[in-house]
Nanobody
Framework: QLVESGGDLVQSGGSLRLSCVASGFAFNKYAMGWFRQAPGKEREFVAGIIHSGKSSIYADSVKGRFTISRDNTKNTATLQMSSLKPEDTAVYYC?????????????????WGQGTQVTVSS
């Protein structure tokens, strides 16, 4: 099970920190990914991190603004978001996958959270 939190309403240029707490599976053996879905759009990949936390990958749209990290002692993955823009408004989801590929690919199997709403006002 994955539970996201931290979503909120924030002004353009602001920052937010999303958390994803895992339970029921071996978190330290899973890669983790963050996705988002804006109204009327397909869900899209945002960021991913391997099981050890030593390597990460980002969508071009968030590179340099978002940072993914994890704490395997707390079974938690985090997405630090800064310089937020109105186009970042979406429901954000975390996903756990057995490989980085499965964690960052929507159509691949894995564990999903229920999502947390991020709204960025202009």
């Amino acid at each position: 099970q994955l539970v996201e939190s931290g979503g909120d309403l924030v002004q353009s240029g602001g920052s937010l920190r999303l958390s994803c707490v895992a339970s029921g599976f071996a978190f330290n053996k899973y890669a983790m990914g963050w996705f988002r879905q804006a109204p009327g759009k397909e869900r899209e990949f945002v960021a991913g991190i391997i099981h050890s936390g030593k390597s990460s990958i980002y969508a071009d749209s968030v590179k340099g603004r978002f940072t993914i990290s994890r704490d395997n002692t707390k079974n938690t993955a985090t997405l630090q978001m800064s310089s937020l823009k109105p186009e970042d408004t979406a429901v954000y989801y975390c996903k756990g996958g057995t490989t980085l590929h499965t964690a960052i690919t929507d159509s691949e199997p894995g564990y999903w959270g229920q999502g947390t709403q991020v709204t960025v006002s202009s």
